[in-house]
Structure formats: structure tokens, C-alpha cells
């Protein structure tokens, strides 16, 4: 729709955002689906129910971790949707922010391996709780011509 208004400068945070989820959703989607390309077996301790004995059960979980992608797919999508409305940012802001805190808390005692990693998800965590902060903003005012 057409505005007579004077045309505002800066960036859309809000389409940031948007495209941020989307990206961070398609991080997690290709995530899993390499996870099933890596390990596609699963080898589980069961009982014999004829002997009685503990065996090793071979179970294939490509099937299970393509329905966990697609769910993880439509949870992202409907963030995607969400965080155009302005509740949406700031409870997703505050969950941002728990889960970082708990993050540092166990960092300490995680292993050395693990650290990289748990640093890989606070950068992320870092990234777009600022995107998120940046979209709450208010935007700049009107360009105003000076004579």
C-alpha cells in the first residue's frame, strides 16, 4: 500500500530476524540430516525374551531422525511466522537469555571437547538475541530534507 509518509531510514530488524530463524533453522535441519549420513545405525541392549540373555538390538535411525528434521523444519518455520509480532521477539529474547545463562554455568564443567562447541552455540545465541534486541528498537525517524 502506498504512503504519503516520508520514507524512514536504516534496516528492517524485523525481516533480519526472520531471516536470521530461517538461516538458524536450516543450520539445525542440515544438522540432523549429516548426523544420519554419519551414524546410521544404532546398536541398543535388549533382553532375549526366549533365553533370558542381554544382546545387542541393530537399530536403524535414518527414518527417525528424517521425521526429527521435519519437525524441527515446521518448528522453525512457525518462528519464522512468529517473529513478526513484537511478543513473539521478546519472549524469544528472554528464553535467549535463560538459555545463555545456563549455558556459562555448565561450561566449567564440560569437557575440553565440548567447549568449542558450547562456545559455537553462545556465538549463535549472541547473534541473534542482538539481531532480536535491534528489532525491538524503534526505528529512525523520517529523512528530512535540510535547505
Request: hydrophobic share 60%; glycine share 8%.
Amino acid at each position: 500500500m502506498a504512503s504519503l509518509a516520508a520514507p524512514s531510514q536504516g534496516m528492517d530488524w524485523v525481516a533480519a530476524v526472520r531471516w536470521v530463524t530461517a538461516a538458524y533453522g536450516a543450520v539445525a535441519i542440515l544438522g540432523v540430516l549429516a548426523y544420519g549420513l554419519a551414524f546410521q545405525y544404532l546398536n541398543v541392549p535388549a533382553q532375549d525374551p526366549v533365553t533370558g540373555r542381554i544382546v545387542e538390538q541393530t537399530i536403524n535411525i535414518r527414518p527417525f531422525l528424517l521425521g526429527v528434521a521435519v519437525v524441527v523444519a515446521i518448528i522453525f518455520g512457525i518462528f519464522t511466522w512468529l517473529v513478526g509480532y513484537t511478543l513473539a521477539r521478546v519472549i524469544w529474547l528472554v528464553l535467549i537469555v535463560i538459555s545463555a545463562f545456563a549455558t556459562l554455568s555448565r561450561i566449567s564443567g564440560e569437557p575440553s571437547q565440548a567447549v568449542l562447541a558450547t562456545l559455537l552455540s553462545l556465538g549463535f545465541d549472541a547473534s541473534i538475541a542482538f539481531v532480536l534486541v535491534m528489532s525491538l528498537l524503534p526505528p529512525p525517524g523520517p529523512v528530512v530534507a535540510r535547505s
